[in-house]
């Protein structure tokens, strides 16, 4: 069967869609089309030994149900079976009793489909259809489609349900972006991943593959076919886990329909009840190659506190030792959970490719949990590759989106190196919108460029300044498409520079005024007593100690004759004198709130020193300098800074190493504005033409 039968098949079956127009959106006609499919199928697979199983079944039917579940799928030759008497064609023969006829017969099935089905809530479906008078000509329709492996082989079959996927996926447009990665993006994730890949072409080479995001399992199809058509005596065991029950039930339907291991495809969180931690002898359990395009922007408050528990106890030794990204983005926790199960490179390593939005690149300083897991993966050496991908590719997002490549056993000329991919223009206009995707990376085998190609090739040339030819808004430009940078490029030092406190003191009845303002003066009158009595008598005793203070510093203003002092040393030591002649006694509290309230920053002052001798910093002057990774701290600090600052020092304590791929300003490139000639005729060309169209008007 070729790919144009495959296809004039998926659209046949989904032409039936016609007879739920109406009662049904187009966005909801994938949670009839599919289920039913996925039964059609089987109930074909299931004819030939039907009868066999059911006089199997009256035999051995008080034995366990492991036994049974054994003994039947070894009739059946597939991993499930079905033990009612009726199947879609009989089905037809009692229409009055078609919808509870039709759940029996589901139920009927092995444990395994009958989880599919109701994750599928397709109870509901038929509920719903029969009510409106659908579900016999829906059955029927489908009855009338030969899907028997004679016709149609489980490879043929996989490809036509994944088509079905895909037009569903497109027609429901903004729920399809969360669990429907575009093909295209997936091929050409899966040919940077698996195309410098050598031993691939080996006689009966085992390799696994997993998506801890798998929604409807499309990047494990996709995989899967790139390494049957290069050696098809390869053995791809396909893994993934979703916690959305619908796309669950689609990926695990698409396995059992190609006759792969159903099993390996998990319900349920990732990040809180891992699928695929250990094996049955409690060794980790690790993947050859891992794909995943996690949700963009979405919150993990639900998942906190069993990531931050396992964040604080093991470290390294569990998922997420390298940091925790902000609340409101996941996405590098999904990168961190799957490194965590790369095979050692002594095993053969393992190579990543995740889609993630411009966020992971750049978001957090130095020090944030963002930049301390890209430090992680940028000093051990495990980012091979970035490639900015085109805009308006996804179906429920229009913006720009980048394909990270990692792996732990990058080749020779790759180690210390990340090459970053500029593909931004590599697209082809789509003739018909799908939500936000307009656009779509070019697929020789649909007729389009061969972008996915060329961009393959751009990355396996890995040369630094590689340059290529865009007709942009109708002119002809080069541009960079790939340059090749040190890890330590993208690693920098974030310093904090101090200078010196200055301040003037003056004790006049402006600034004494100010301590009205000050939280410390305030909090003298605020009472705390519960007993009003008490409360109010040490409201008292504040207002009078607030008052003994003031008085202290008018004392302090007469007896100086109101004196700025440009040194704190002599403010102080004059105010000690005007506290013992009053004996006031300042607490270290209080002292602290008159020194707040009578100075003023001052640049002529002198310096404030600490007790040591040490300048004091001056919160309100401290800055922060960026200095390249391989630049010396010292040397920038002299160069940029010490011209402009003479009293600056570098507070060391402070000092933190941050990374950063800012991959949008590596490619950027200057272009000057238009002549202010042309600029100013195209204006004056244009009032031109509006003061026509009002002479015609007002005509």
């Known amino acids: 069967m070729s790919p144009e039968t495959h296809s004039q098949l998926a659209n046949f ?18 949670k009839v089309i599919l289920p039913l499919t996925v039964l059609r199928r089987f109930d074909c697979l299931l004819a030939p030994t039907k009868d066999r199983v059911l006089k199997e079944h009256a035999k051995i039917k008080s034995r366990p149900e492991t036994v049974i579940r054994s003994l039947l799928q070894k009739i059946t030759g597939r991993p499930f079976y079905n033990l009612s008497k009726l199947d879609m064609a009989k089905l037809l023969d009692d229409p009055n009793q078609l919808a509870p006829n039709l759940n029996s017969y589901i139920h009927a099935f092995s444990k395994n489909v ?13 509920a719903r259809m029969a009510e409106k008078n659908l579900l016999y000509e829906v059955i029927k329709a489908f009855a009338n489609v030969d899907l028997s492996p004679d016709r149609v082989d489980n490879t043929q079959m996989g490809y036509i349900f994944e088509e079905l996927i895909r037009i569903g996926a497109e027609q429901s447009n903004e729920e399809a972006g969360e669990h429907f990665t575009p093909r295209e993006v997936i091929k050409l994730m899966v040919n940077l991943l698996l195309s410098p890949e050598k031993d691939l072409r080996r006689s009966h080479v085992v390799k696994t593959i997993y998506d801890p995001a798998c929604g409807t399992g499309g990047m494990l199809s996709v995989s899967e076919k790139y390494i049957r058509d290069l050696n098809s005596e390869a053995n791809p065991l396909l893994f993934g886990q979703d916690w959305n029950d619908e796309a669950w039930a689609v990926c695990k339907s698409d396995m059992l329909i190609k006759g792969e291991d159903a099993d390996n495809i998990i319900l349920g969180d990732t990040f809180s009840k891992d699928g695929f931690a250990e094996d049955k002898d409690g ?16 919150e993990w408050k639900q998942q906190a506190t069993f990531i931050e528990k396992e964040n604080k106890t093991l470290g390294h030794h569990g998922r997420f030792g390298a940091g925790l990204p902000r609340i409101n983005d996941g996405a590098l926790l999904f990168l961190q959970h799957m490194l965590s199960k790369r095979r050692a490179p002594k095993e053969g390593g393992s190579r990543i490719g995740i889609v993630f939005n411009g966020s992971p690149l750049f978001t957090g300083d130095a020090g944030s949990g963002e930049s301390n897991i890209r430090q992680w993966i940028i000093e051990n050496d495990w980012l091979e590759a970035i490639v900015a991908l085109p805009d308006q590719l996804f179906y429920n997002t229009g913006i720009s989106t980048y394909l990270w490549i990692l792996t732990n056993r990058k ?45 393959t090739r751009i990355f396996g040339n890995f040369a630094d300044g590689e340059t290529w030819k865009f007709t942009i808004d109708g002119k ?37 005024a100010r301590l009205d303002e000050e939280s410390g003066f305030k909090n003298l009158t605020t009472g705390n007593k519960k007993n009003e009595k008490a409360r109010l008598e040490e409201i008292e005793l504040g207002k009078r100690r607030q008052e003994e203070i003031r008085e202290l510093l008018r004392l302090l203003g007469k007896s100086s004759g109101e004196k700025l002092y440009k040194y704190r040393k002599d403010f102080l030591s004059d105010l000690k004198a005007a506290d013992q002649q009053l ?28 007790r040591d001798g040490n300048p004091e910093p001056d919160p309100e002057l401290r800055d922060t300098e960026t200095v390249p990774l391989k630049e010396s701290i010292e040397e920038y600090f002299r160069r940029e800074v010490l011209p402009h600052m003479p009293d600056a020092w570098i507070d060391e304590s402070k000092t933190k190493v941050g990374y950063e791929i800012p991959l949008n300003r590596h490619f950027y490139r200057y272009e000057p504005p238009r002549p202010l000639g042309q600029i100013e005729a195209d204006i004056k060309t244009l009032e031109s033409e509006i003061m026509k169209l009002l002479a015609e008007v007002t005509a």
């Open 114 to 126: 009958r989880e599919i089905m109701e994750r599928f809530a397709f109870e509901q479906q038929i």
């Open 476 to 512: 002809k430009k080069t541009l960079f498409v790939s340059k090749i940078f040190d890890n330590a490029d993208f690693g920098y030092h974030k310093v904090t520079v101090e200078r010196p406190l200055r301040l003037n003191f003056q004790a006049t009845e402006e600034r004494i």
């Open 283 to 298: 060794k980790k359990i690790t993947f050859d190659y891992m794909l995943a395009n996690p949700p963009f922007g979405v």
């Open 583 to 610: 004996g006031v006694r300042l607490t270290t509290a209080e002292l602290k709130t008159v020194v707040n309230a009578l100075g003023e920053r001052d640049e002529t002052a002198e310096i404030c020193r600490d």
């Open 13 to 30: 079956i989904w032409s039936i869609c016609n007879l739920l127009r109406g009662p049904y959106k187009r966005n909801e006609y994938r």
């Open 411 to 455: 080749e020779k000329e790759r180690k210390g190196k990340i090459q970053l991919i500029d593909a931004r223009q590599f697209y082809v206009k789509m003739r018909k919108s799908l939500g936000n995707k307009r656009n779509k990376i070019g697929d020789k085998d649909e007729g389009e460029p061969d972008q996915i190609g060329e961009i």
